[in-house]
Each structure stands twice: as structure tokens, then as C-alpha cells.
């Protein structure tokens, strides 16, 4: 069971690009899904969540800005990134996550964003 995650890619300050995360070998239908970023030297951190039911939440640093969506009959998650800034350049995750059924914990390989002018 995995998880791929592309559509990153260079774009300028403002600009906007959709990440998407892709299952391969199960259903994350239920799973509560998230994106994580890490930064050159910096931590992994949380970008946005989304639960089974549909619920989301964001960091402080891209709330307006990034939509997270899924689409639970394909088990796909998007990131819809707008008005970009250098400082969301990072290597992007998916994540599936659940309590009780296995895997309980899933990671994607990432792909990287880069905003520069």
C-alpha cells in the first residue's frame, strides 16, 4: 500500500499549483488525509488536514491561501496552493491516517514545490 504525491514543481511568487496524492494497492476512503511540508532544515510540519467526513483544518501559514479536497471514490486528496510564496518551498507529503484499521499510518514520497522569481 502507497501512497504518490506530484504535481509540485517551479513557480513564481503568486502563483499557484495543485498537488495530488494518489493511493496505490488500497482504499483511503475513510482514512483522515494530510499534507506535511518539510523545508531545507527545517522540521516536517503539518500544512493541511482533511477527515473522512470532510472536515479540515490548516496551519496558520496557509489558511486562505490552500485548499485541501478529496475525492473519496478514487481515494485521491488534493492541495490546491494559490498565491504562492518563496517560503512554501519545500518537499511535500501526503499522509493516510487511521486509528484502527491497517496500516495505520501511511506516507507518500514527496514532491517538491519551489517558489522563486
Known amino acids: 500500500v502507497q501512497l504518490q504525491a506530484y504535481g509540485g514543481g517551479l513557480v513564481q511568487p503568486g502563483g499557484s499549483l495543485r498537488l495530488s496524492c494518489a493511493p496505490s494497492g488500497g482504499s483511503f476512503s475513510v482514512y483522515t488525509m494530510s499534507w506535511y511540508r518539510q523545508a531545507p532544515g527545517k522540521q516536517r510540519e503539518l500544512v493541511a488536514r482533511i477527515t473522512g467526513g470532510g472536515s479540515t483544518n490548516y496551519a496558520d501559514s496557509v489558511k486562505g491561501r490552500f485548499t485541501i479536497s478529496r475525492d473519496s471514490t478514487k481515494s485521491m486528496v488534493y492541495l490546491q496552493m494559490n498565491s504562492l510564496k518563496s517560503e512554501d518551498t519545500a518537499v511535500y507529503f501526503c499522509?493516510?491516517?487511521?486509528?484502527?484499521?491497517?496500516?495505520?499510518?501511511?506516507w507518500g514520497r514527496g514532491t517538491q514545490v519551489t517558489v522563486s522569481s
Open positions: 499522509n493516510a491516517y487511521h486509528p484502527f484499521i491497517k496500516p495505520n499510518d501511511v
